[in-house]
């Protein structure tokens, strides 16, 4: 079993950056692909970045490939996501969350573990 905690999250202006991480506990995290996923008010949970067990591999949504940045470390059992050139459209929960099988742009039903989410709000 994996438990994860997301930080990072915060108020940024437009243009600006931040990075999340989330730390993971469980021995398996390395075997784990790992997703970012964010959920705006009245709206559904949506695909943000993916990233292999490995690390190898990447997957982003369109509204945000060039702009952030998803890695991991699994010496440290952490996943981070680099957001820079911030929009008002980013603001939202943003989660950490992992899967067993391989990483891909797939939807929040098929991960398994989740972490609570932390805010970002991007001002304009």
């Known amino acids: 079993q994996v438990q994860l905690v997301e930080s990072g999250g915060g108020l940024v202006q437009a243009g600006g950056s931040l990075r999340l991480s989330c730390a993971a506990s469980?021995?398996?995290?390395?075997?784990?692909?790992m997703g970012w996923f964010r959920q705006a008010p009245g709206k559904e949970r949506e695909f943000v970045a993916a990233i292999s067990w490995s690390g190898s591999k990447t997957y982003y949504a369109d509204s945000v490939k060039g702009r952030f940045t998803i890695s991991r470390d699994n010496a440290k059992n952490t996943v981070s996501l680099q957001m820079n050139s911030l929009k008002p459209e980013d603001t939202a929960v943003y989660y950490c969350?992992?899967?067993?099988?391989?990483?891909?742009?797939?939807?929040?039903?098929?991960?398994?573990?989740w972490g609570q989410g932390t805010q970002v709000t991007v001002s304009s």
């Open positions: 469980g021995r398996t995290f390395s075997t784990y692909a």
């Open positions: 969350a992992g899967k067993r099988g391989a990483a891909n742009k797939s939807g929040p039903s098929e991960y398994d573990y």
